[in-house]
Nanobody
């Protein structure tokens, strides 16, 4: 069983930055594709970014140029660096994992999920 634990959320002013971290519990982390999703109040969960086990990345259009996903296989951790934050980025952010080699933007593709971390951007 894989356990994912997110951290790094908080309250930030518009234009500020946060870095989210997601710790993966298994030493086989480097065989997993990892993703970040978010869910705002009253809205469906939406895709934010993904990184393949080989390092390829893909982003939703609304965060391109502002967010960067990365992974450190030595630390079994995936990161989401969020810059130039906007109030519309306010949501609970979830980390997800699937033991596969592709790029995945659909929530249904992932087998494991973290508990989420709140990000609030004030205007």
């Amino acid at each position: 069983q894989v356990r994912l634990v997110e951290s790094g959320g908080g309250l930030v002013q518009a234009g500020g930055s946060l870095r989210l971290s997601c710790a993966h519990s298994r030493p086989t982390f480097n065989s997993y594709a990892m993703g970040w999703f978010r869910q705002a109040p009253g809205k469906e969960r939406e895709f934010v970014a993904t990184i393949a086990r080989g390092g390829s990345t893909y982003y939703t259009d609304s965060v391109k140029g502002r967010f960067t996903i990365s992974r450190d296989n030595a630390k079994n951790t995936v990161y989401l660096q969020m810059n130039s934050l906007k109030p519309e980025d306010t949501a609970v952010y979830y980390c997800a994992a699937v033991r596969a080699g592709g790029i995945y933007s659909q929530a249904s593709s992932y087998d494991y999920w973290g508990q989420g971390t709140q990000v609030t951007v004030s205007s």
